[in-house]
């Protein structure tokens, strides 16, 4: 899924944050160019194409909801994640407002900054026309990564999702361990055939009392089967 | 009428009293009481008991458990008798009846009358009401009486004024003709005299000296020159009480009443319950009957002939409305009669009056 | 205010016309005892012009019209002495006067007070000087008369004085009172201005009010800056702490993160991730700090407004659980079926709920959490339901308070979670409840306030 070149924009003014951020973002394999200067930081959004900008509030020069601002009017899409560590709850809201998708409070935990980014890259990266699939009373947003269970939404794990929306693309098909593994990790990772199992088990305890069930096809694999079909 | 007794005295003139049948203490009469008697009412009165009775019988009709003890005085021993026992705290009387009305006047401001307010009494106009104390309950024009028989039309008197014509005019033919009181005997006829007087002092002098002049007989009361008028020794009586001049009109048809047309004097009788009365409340109900509509109807009816606010009675010739007019002129009971009273106002006023008419003999 | 004023206003009323009346019934009396003076002395005067020398003899006609005189008072009685200058008593009221000094009216005539007859009298004694054969000499009339028309008079003129005075009074309170009332209108509508003004509102009163009052709106604009200035102070100084706070922490994790664990000696390793464990600790509990003052404060100068409890405990939900928790937690949220409309402010509310589930996630949730919206009655519910052991029920009131922890070796500070919570419920009138776990229903911590009217 992330075998594409991501670019990411930080924006942060304390190094030592600064510093811990662009390495993770690195570690992963992603390209962080980290600016410390408001003006500078909007200069460069300006004119260079970014997958997603990492954007503290507070800076010197100009502050990030006046870069966001600016950004938001100029017609960028880029997602945006914004960084505060005021305590005016208000930042939250104006950040929203102004056309942030995320926002963290400092301090925050570094896989949750590093989640986050993930599903707002992903999100980027969808784009399926026909965005919601249905099967029993199981609805799958897949734009917004959304799963309901009749009025309930139920929250799922990116891969569990992505599980669930193979499964569901074609209610009734069979689908051996080998095809799910292919699906689900790609080539690049190493991952066995009990990794399968334990997603089909996580995600069908999710479900239960769905009108839809996972159903074990021992040997052979596994189908998605709506009981308003039967 | 004629059985009536009357004497008028004054005192330390003892020699011109005419002697009358009669005693000087006057008449008393007891009224029992047709029931069970509960009370007794005692009253003293200057005023003739044959008017009284009627008025004394219909009160004792209504109230019938009441005693009365009616005694008549002459005016003056009524004024003495109740001086004296004024100034020893004490009363016999329930109630006075008199017609000098300044004697009551005078009582009243010596603190002899207690007060009385009633239905009854706020009836009582003003001019016959002293200090709630005396109230008047007759209503007496001063006339003049002729005979018919010996007065043509064209000589009867309609005014004071018409009197000194006529007298100055005939004088002959009236003279010893005309009678009137003996103001030094009679109490009432000073009262008149003296009121006269003070109406039209200039003419009534005229007045006198005519009458001095035609040799005008003078009696002491009312009835003696009325019955000098019966009698036809004279022709006109002058200034006799109308109700005493209806009585006797009606006994003799040939009289004739006139009430004077300039002005007429009008008397009141008037009644006090002494402070020291001892049933105040009798004498108090028996002042309420006297001035009850019923009372005044009985008074009118039978005794006195006539009231304030109706027609003169059938006869008497005199102006039409006499008090709306200004004609009647009541003698009102207040502080003025106490000058009246006074006593050398008073011999002082007789004094003058002898030497006006009193100097000729009298026949 | 009013009945105070009034009631001052009667007593200053009621003690003038108290002395009005006193002066009036003085006048009174004076007036009418001139007025009836007069008459008395005219009547005397009369008397004693009647007093004449004829023949060498004193004679004497009582005037009538001096009667007449005395008449007008209707009701009084008449005492009048005659005294020739032999000092005989020529006629009248022998007795009357009979102890005065007659001589000391030759001057001028006396007026007395006096008792004749058991009743107060008012005497007059004029002199007049006689010719009389044997000489010169004075002759005197006194003249005394009951006050009953005086005092009759006195009384009515005082009645009638009374009365407009009364009325005067009457005329005077009225007016007052509309006076009173029409002045304080202004403070009623200052009064009603600030009772109708809403608690976060602190700008500036703008009423009109007369010029007497605006020193004291001044006053009250003075202070309500003022604690405008305060409470805005209050939450920069918040505000701004919380960066000075945040930033280092962030910053201390942050490089916390960056050791390499692979690096590190077994031992290492194990402090770091203790020393990992507190940093995290750490900026848990600074950030419940900053939002409880921050969410207290907050209510000092926000507007509440209906707030969907639908939107806003998805926003919560969405925002409280992390995207990095376990996989093997089953995580859902119920909207209610209608939209659920409190009063209160968004963000508050926001936190509150964020606590709970975050306490839930923390110390409660096993393998599973719920978060529902429900209706009961006039009441919306934001339910929080975990399939952990739950909080005994004796300590439902204690961990509402702040910093309670539940055991003595509970890891991290669940402290203010809860007390947030339930200082934000309470400020909406509503409340932070516990439901029991029991045999069907798993443990419930929910927020209950009060629906308004106008759901869609």
Request: net charge negative; hydrophobic share 45%.
């Amino acid at each position: 899924m992330q075998s594409w070149h991501v670019r990411i924009l930080l924006v942060e003014d304390t190094h030592d944050v600064g510093e811990a951020i662009s390495r993770r973002f690195h570690q992963t394999g992603h390209t962080v160019d980290w600016e410390t200067d408001g003006v500078a930081a909007s200069e460069i959004l300006s004119f260079t194409e970014y997958d997603l900008v990492i954007l503290d509030v507070m800076l010197p020069g100009v502050d990030g909801f006046s870069i966001l601002r600016k950004l938001r009017q100029s017609g960028s899409g880029v997602p945006v994640l914004v960084l505060t560590a005021r305590s005016e709850v208000d930042d939250r809201v104006s950040a929203l407002d102004l056309g942030a998708d995320d926002y963290l409070v400092k301090p925050f935990d570094f896989r949750e900054l590093e989640a986050r980014a993930r599903v707002l890259l992903r999100r980027r990266s969808g784009g399926e026309p026909t965005n919601v699939i249905i099967c029993g009373d199981i609805s799958l947003d897949r734009t917004n990564r959304n799963v309901m269970v009749g009025k309930r939404e139920i929250q799922l794990k990116r891969r569990e999702i992505v599980l669930l929306e193979i499964l569901a693309s074609r209610p009734g098909k069979v689908f051996s361990k080998d095809e799910l593994l292919d699906q689900l990790f790609g080539f690049e990772e190493a991952a066995g055939e009990n990794a399968i199992e334990l997603y089909i088990g996580r995600l069908r305890k999710k479900l239960e009392g769905a009108r839809a069930r996972i159903v074990t096809l021992r040997g052979s694999g596994y189908q998605l089967v709506s009981d308003d079909a039967a | 009428m004629t059985a009536r007794i009357r004497t008028l005295a004054l005192a330390g003139l003892a020699w011109l009293v005419p002697t009358l049948a009669g005693a000087l203490e006057g008449e008393s009469e007891t009224f029992p009481a047709t029931a069970k008697e509960t009370g007794h009412l005692v009253i003293h009165a200057a005023t003739d008991l044959e008017a009284m009775r009627p008025l004394l019988r219909d009160f004792q009709a209504r109230n019938p458990n009441i005693r009365i003890d009616y005694v008549d005085y002459v005016t003056n021993d009524l004024f003495r008798e109740a001086r004296d026992a004024c100034r020893a705290g004490t009363s016999e009387a329930d109630i006075l009846l008199s017609s000098s009305v300044d004697q009551l006047v005078r009582l009243a401001n010596d603190g002899c009358a207690q007060r009385h307010d009633s239905p009854e009494t706020r009836s009582v106009p003003d001019w016959a009401n002293w200090r709630d104390e005396i109230f008047g309950f007759t209503f007496e024009p001063v006339v003049f009486v002729y005979d018919r028989r010996w007065v043509p039309s064209e000589d009867v008197p309609r005014s004071h004024d018409a009197l000194l014509e006529l007298l100055r005019r005939k004088p002959d033919a009236y003279r010893a003709r005309i009678g009137t009181y003996d103001i030094q005997a009679s109490g009432i006829g000073y009262l008149l005299a003296f009121y006269d007087s003070r109406q039209a002092p200039t003419a009534n002098g005229r007045l006198l000296e005519a009458l001095s002049r035609v040799e005008t007989i003078v009696r002491c009361c009312n009835n003696e020159v009325l019955g000098e008028l019966a009698a036809g020794r004279i022709s006109i009586a002058y200034n006799v009480l109308g109700s005493y001049a209806y009585a006797a009109a009606l006994a003799n048809p040939d009289l004739r009443i006139v009430l004077p047309r300039d002005y007429a004097l009008i008397l009141s009788r008037g009644a006090l319950i002494p402070a020291a009365a001892a049933h105040p409340d009798l004498g108090k109900r028996f002042l309420n009957y006297l001035l009850s509509a019923r009372g005044r109807q009985v008074a009118k009816d039978a005794s006195f002939f006539f009231a304030e606010n109706a027609p003169l009675p059938v006869g008497v010739d005199g102006p039409e409305a006499l008090m709306d007019s200004g004609i009647g002129r009541p003698i009102r009971i207040g502080p003025a009669l106490l000058a009246a009273q006074d006593e050398i106002q008073r011999s002082t006023f007789i004094e003058d009056w002898r030497r006006h008419i009193g100097e000729h003999p009298q026949r | 205010m009013f009945s105070r004023l009034m009631r001052r206003v009667g007593v200053v009323l009621a003690l003038g016309a108290g002395t009005l009346i006193t002066a009036a019934w003085i006048y009174a009396r004076a007036a009418a005892d001139d007025a009836y003076d007069r008459l008395l002395l005219g009547a005397a005067f009369q008397m004693s012009e009647s007093l004449s020398v004829a023949d060498g003899n004193l004679r004497f006609v009582l005037p009538p019209s001096a009667f007449e005189l005395l008449g007008l008072a209707n009701d009084d009685r008449i005492f009048y002495r005659v005294i020739d200058p032999s000092g005989a008593t020529l006629t009248g009221y022998a007795d009357l006067a009979a102890k005065a000094d007659l001589s000391a009216s030759r001057a001028a005539p006396i007026f007395g007070d006096d008792a004749y007859l058991g009743a107060p009298v008012r005497t007059v004694t004029v002199s007049h000087a006689m010719s009389m054969p044997e000489g010169p000499g004075w002759a005197y009339v006194v003249v005394a008369q009951t006050v009953e028309a005086r005092h009759a008079l006195a009384s009515e003129l005082t009645v009638r004085a009374t009365m407009l005075v009364a009325l005067m009074s009457l005329l005077a309170v009225a007016g007052t009172a509309l006076a009173v009332r029409y002045s304080l209108r202004p403070v009623d509508d200052l009064a009603a201005a600030l009772r109708q003004r809403d608690p976060q509102d602190l700008t500036p009163l703008t009423v009109a009010v007369p010029n007497e009052l605006s020193p004291f709106v001044t006053s009250i604009n003075y202070f309500i800056i003022r604690l405008d200035e305060r409470i805005k102070l209050l939450q920069r100084y918040i505000a701004d702490s919380a960066h000075q706070i945040r930033t280092p922490l962030t910053a201390l994790s942050a490089q916390v993160s960056l050791i390499d664990e692979q690096r590190l000696a077994p031992e290492d390793r194990r402090h770091l991730k203790r020393v990992q464990s507190r940093t995290l600790e750490l900026a848990g509990f600074t950030n419940q700090l900053l939002n409880h003052a921050m969410v207290i404060h907050r209510f000092d100068s926000v507007q509440l407004v209906p707030v969907s409890l639908n939107d806003v405990a998805r926003m919560a939900f969405r925002n409280a659980v992390p995207i990095t928790v376990d996989p093997d937690m089953i995580v859902s949220f119920e909207a209610a079926d209608e939209d659920l409309m409190a009063m209160g402010d968004v963000l508050s509310l926001r936190e509150a709920v964020v606590n709970v589930i975050d306490n839930a996630l923390r110390h409660g949730a096993i393998a599973r959490l719920e978060v529902r919206v429900r209706q009961r009655e006039n009441f919306g519910r934001i339910e929080v339901i975990d399939d952990g052991p739950g909080i005994k029920e004796n300590d439902w009131p204690n961990v509402i308070s702040r910093f309670y922890s539940r055991s003595p070796d509970a890891r991290g500070s669940s402290g203010l979670g809860f007390a947030i919570a339930s200082e934000v419920a309470t400020v909406l009138r509503g409340q932070l409840g516990f439901r029991k776990r029991s045999e069907n229903e798993p443990f419930c911590v929910y927020l209950e306030l009060p629906l308004v009217g106008g759901q869609p």
